[in-house]
């Protein structure tokens, strides 16, 4: 048998580069999370060579917690994951199955337990990303059937180790609360990663890129307008980092549909057909303080 391995062309066939380049592209920064991912990928692969060679080795730890507000890129990291660990060969199939604490909890004895292992059976061979997976846990309510499915997901977690992988996803803070909850869940979970909000800079550039892809471009008053919205939007509550970025956007769609429609009958070049105005960005009622408590705009009675 031969007692050297080329981590080089086993890295190449596994496919795992054109994963990792491709999630550099999906998102914008997050560079620590990129690194923690690179890490994980480079531990799966040398835990990959040394089962070649066989050597004994334990099998690692796979089970996520992705801590961050909305819009920071917890669900696509979560769909380049389940590609990684099913080109390694950890995966069966690499599919996600998305849930919510309505999608595992019942409403009365009896229900929550099949509801939740309905879950399981179909994230089998793939990655479960339970979104918001603090509100599984109810503090002082007895009566909240929360427990029962944590407890089912802990038992499952560790009897088809090898079958699925969970990701818990939630604000940082509230996740912190759930992991307290039980000393079971913490001790399964393996990698911790924090999604940080993005920068200034970055939400701009995220911008700029979603309207490329959309062949539109920002003029040059609408751009020095957006940084001011970017200022003004990044202080408000609920702002939800990349999520807010693609919905501003939208109203900028909108309204300069509108103006450019109030123009019937004229002739319009492809440049105005691309181009966002500093108008369809200042008609935003971010810029006169006429938002609500979550950071949405109010709409005119």
């Not at 086993?10 to 496919?15: N, T």
């Not at 503090?139 to 088809?160: F, K, P, V, W």
């Amino acid at each position: 048998m031969d007692s050297s391995i080329n981590l080089s062309k086993a890295y190449s066939d596994s496919g795992v580069a054109e994963v990792l380049e491709q999630l550099d592209d999906d998102l914008v920064g997050l560079r620590p999370v990129k690194t923690r991912i690179q890490e994980i990928a480079a531990l799966l692969l040398v835990d990959k060579a040394r089962r070649n060679m066989n050597l004994i080795s334990a099998m690692p730890g796979l089970h996520m917690s992705f801590t961050g507000r909305p819009g920071t890129g917890k669900s696509t990291v979560a769909r380049r994951i389940s590609q990684i660990l099913y080109k390694f060969g950890y995966l069966r199939k690499g599919h996600v199955v998305t849930v919510t604490r309505d999608d595992l909890v019942g409403q009365y004895v009896g229900h929550t337990a099949p509801k939740t292992k309905e879950m399981i059976k179909r994230a089998l061979g793939g990655v479960l990303f339970i979104d918001e997976a603090y509100y599984l846990y109810k503090s002082g309510n007895e009566r909240d059937y929360g427990t029962e499915a944590i407890e089912i997901l802990l038992q499952e977690m560790e009897l088809q180790r090898n079958e699925f992988v969970v990701i818990f996803a939630g604000y940082k803070d509230q996740m912190n609360e759930f992991y307290k909850s039980n000393p079971g869940l913490s001790s399964r979970v393996a990698h911790h990663i924090d999604f940080p909000d993005y920068t200034k800079q970055e939400l701009i550039s995220i911008a700029l890129l979603l309207l490329d892809q959309q062949s539109y471009s920002l003029s040059e008053k609408a751009y020095m307008a957006f940084e001011e919205y970017i200022e003004l939007r990044t202080e408000l509550p609920f702002f939800s980092n990349a999520r807010s970025i693609r919905n501003a956007i939208d109203r900028f769609r909108l309204r300069q549909a509108n103006r450019l429609f109030s123009r019937m009958g004229e002739s319009l070049s492809l440049e105005e057909l691309m181009t966002i105005e500093e108008s369809d960005v200042r008609a935003s009622r971010v810029f006169k303080g006429e938002v609500d408590v979550n950071g949405f705009e109010l709409k005119k009675t």
